[in-house]
């Protein structure tokens, strides 16, 4: 199973690129997590958030790729502990489809990336920077497939 995690993004700091990348390449190739940045619409002081969000959204729902289960982060989502989610990681490998997860930039997801979507997942009731979900998510699906092969990483 590959999980793609297509976000909107702006440059992040190496120290998320790097932490990223070390939870990316503990996963085995059966779990295979793909980062997916998509270039954030630029933001002025009077720019239209809404017609933005869209145009992020367009591009997003273009690089999902045919098939593929469609998970939307968003904060009115599933909250799920980990051990939930090892569970749902399990489900989805069973499913037998890859898995793209969405991640939207700084003003959310648009409605069509939420409709779009067969699940939706919330990290948090708390608002994190867009960045930082990126290495919030692949630490978690790390924790999670760790439960599911029960190495001690989660305990």
Request: proline content about 6%.
């Amino acid at each position: 199973m590959k999980i793609r995690l297509l976000t909107i993004t702006h440059k992040s700091p190496a120290w998320i690129r790097e932490g990223y990348e070390e939870y990316a390449k503990r996963l085995p190739a059966t779990c295979q997590l793909e980062l997916v940045e998509i270039p954030a619409e630029k933001r002025t002081p009077h720019a239209d958030l809404r017609r933005i969000t869209e145009r992020e959204g367009e591009k997003m729902l273009n690089a999902v790729k045919p098939g593929h289960k469609i998970i939307a982060l968003d904060i009115k989502g599933s909250l799920w502990t980990t051990e939930q989610l090892a569970e749902q990681l399990a489900l989805w490998h069973q499913g037998g489809r890859h898995i793209d997860l969405l991640v939207g930039g700084p003003d959310g997801l648009s409605p069509a990336c939420l409709i779009k979507a067969e699940q939706k997942w919330s990290l948090s009731p708390l608002t994190f920077p867009h960045f930082l979900v990126r290495l919030i998510v692949a630490e978690q699906i790390y924790r999670a497939y760790s439960i599911l092969i029960q190495h001690p990483y989660h305990r």
